[in-house]
């Protein structure tokens, strides 16, 4: 398996569940069976991508970077798509998650790479 692979599985993953999760909102509640059916395909393929990269990334590391790269960036496709707004409290939040994922990146020997 090339080195890259588990990145680009992840990578995968992430871009499905922030997909899904838009899907999500415009489904209404369900209530709309297109985006309903989106949402389900985005989150599968999700879950595809992300076992791809637990085959190499260990399961902390690969659900840390999932989880907070798809709420930062689920939160800016809030704020461009769906115009919701962020207040002051949210972004800091947001820039502790992406510090934490930079940290364990550059510092953890146990990511995996």
Do not use: N
């Amino acid at each position: 398996m090339h080195p890259f692979f588990p990145y680009a599985a992840l990578t995968a993953a992430i871009i499905c569940e922030v997909t899904g999760s838009t899907f999500m909102a415009k489904s209404e509640q369900f209530t709309r069976p297109i985006p309903t059916l989106l949402m389900a395909l985005f989150f599968g393929m999700s879950f595809y991508c992300l076992t791809q990269a637990l085959r190499v990334i260990p399961l902390g590391i690969t659900y840390a970077i999932w989880a907070g790269c798809g709420i930062v960036l689920t939160a800016i496709v809030g704020v461009v798509v769906l115009r919701q707004a962020l207040d002051v409290a949210a972004i800091i939040g947001i820039g502790l998650i992406v510090s934490g994922v930079v940290v364990m990146q550059v510092f953890s020997t146990s990511s995996g790479h």
